[in-house]
């Protein structure tokens, strides 16, 4: 079935560094593609999004491109900020929306 | 315009009980899903309702239900508690089934807690 796999956290980088966010997925069609943020005590909110092979989605400096060839969606910031600290789900829609396990992201001052 | 409402946001519980809990969808969104988020197991499927059907389930016993109202608002009920059950619950809403083109706008969700 459909999964999604991206990498374990967490994650501390120092303000102004540069985030990588691996997410791979499995898919048996053509599914749509997905960052999506949880901030402490609240829902899931969506970061961007990609429906189709080659689009970028981008949203408040945070890009992800979808690559069919490498079935690859990883998300990248080119200078965080301590206001990015968060856990991060990369997610896939195809017959249900799938999620990852997300990973924690702290940036320190 | 208001973003998913669901409530409450907390409930305790004994074990055996029941439990129902509510989700209003953004206005005009006519998919519904529900998540179990735990540590352990992350976020996993419950059920997508679109236009009060059920489209799709994911692998949780039968004590889990749900059901869609004409007015797109939806609840999940779950019998006979366990301590096990004890999980925040998602709730998103989508244009589209499956979220799909559009992804999913979430609620805060509800914190359950079996004792």
Redesign the interface.
Known sequence: GDSVTQMEGPVTLSEEAFLTINCTYTATGYP?L?W?VQYP??????LL?A?KADDKGSNKGFEATYRKETTSFHLEKGSVQVSDSAVY?CAL??????????TRLTVKP | KAGVTQTPRYLIKTRGQQVTLSCSPISGHRSVSWYQQTPGQGLQFLFEYFSETQRNKGNFPGRFSGRQFSNSRSEMNVSTLELGDSALYLCASSLGDRGLNYGYTFGSGTRLTVV
Do not use: C, I, P
């Not at chain 1, 005590?41 to 969506?46: I, K, T």
């Not at chain 1, 829609?93 to 997300?102: K, L, V």
């Open positions: 749509s997905f999506y005590g609240e829902g899931l909110q969506l999004k429906t789900f829609s195809e017959y249900d929306m799938r999620f990852g396990a997300g």
